[in-house]
């Protein structure tokens, strides 16, 4: 019984918060055209599949989502690791990554419009920005924490070149903590599309405007949901790639 109570309580937790939304609107307390309840938003799904907008827009988003996902990480995580290993490195970016870190990723709209145009490159340029960060400093931080005896260690051993000691004794110690940054920065890029797509390209963001603009909020609530529904999944999966990779920590 008690391995049946988290999951109980769960649904218990989600099937009160959507009779509280069902309820706000129906009794007038917010105006539905500003909340829509939850029972409208089946119908309004099915007029997004059955126009094709859905699947238009999903297909975008994802097409950004990941090519921006993976140059950002890839970029963030190969730039911490060099940082991270390199004392010197690390000094003389200290600066360069202290005036450029707290720049949000909205601030580089107005450059990714004059450099790209209105084109999928400007998404994907900001959803990398986004999470660029994120993965640089997680894989910084794993990079700096390894544990200096164990690259002793791989000096006596003879590992002493700068690639031979990343692949035998740093990368490996230092995989969890990637990981985790990678995991992080699989939300912020979600977060990063809408911001990427709100200027007129193609997707998500873009069709959330449109509906917004007519006070359609019943589809910016599905899109709302679908994106929280493709992160589960795309969470979910990830979750069991970072199992199957730490295996030998088990």
């Known amino acids: 019984m008690s391995s049946l109570r988290a999951p109980a309580l769960a649904l218990l937790g989600l099937v009160a918060f959507l009779l509280l939304w069902e309820a706000v609107p129906y009794f007038g307390l917010v105006n539905p055209a500003f909340l829509p309840p939850p029972s409208a938003l089946p119908k309004a799904f099915m007029r997004e599949v059955a126009s094709g907008a859905w699947l238009s827009a999903i297909l975008g988003s994802l097409w950004h989502y990941f090519v921006g996902l993976f140059v950002g990480a890839g970029l963030g995580v190969a730039a911490g690791i060099l940082v991270g290993m390199s004392g010197i490195a690390e000094e003389a970016t200290a600066w360069v990554v202290r005036v450029l870190r707290p720049i949000p990723g909205l601030a580089w709209v107005p450059f990714a419009i004059i450099w790209f145009g209105v084109t999928p490159g400007a998404a994907v340029f900001i959803i990398a920005i986004g999470v660029f960060w994120i993965a640089f400093f997680a894989a910084q931080g794993a990079i700096r924490g390894v544990d200096r005896d164990l690259v ?19 990368l490996p110690a230092a995989m969890p903590g990637i990981l985790v940054g990678f995991r992080t920065a699989l939300g912020q890029a979600w977060m990063a599309v809408v911001a990427a797509e709100i200027f007129g390209v193609a997707g998500v963001g873009q069709r959330m405007m449109q509906a917004s603009s007519l006070l359609a909020t019943d589809i910016v609530v599905v899109y709302m949901l679908t994106m929280a529904a493709l992160y589960g999944l795309l969470d979910t999966g990830f979750v069991a790639f970072q199992k199957w990779v730490l295996r030998w920590k088990a």
């Open 152 to 170: 002793e260690v791989a000096d006596a051993f003879g590992f002493r070149s700068p690639w031979a000691r990343l692949s035998k004794i740093l």
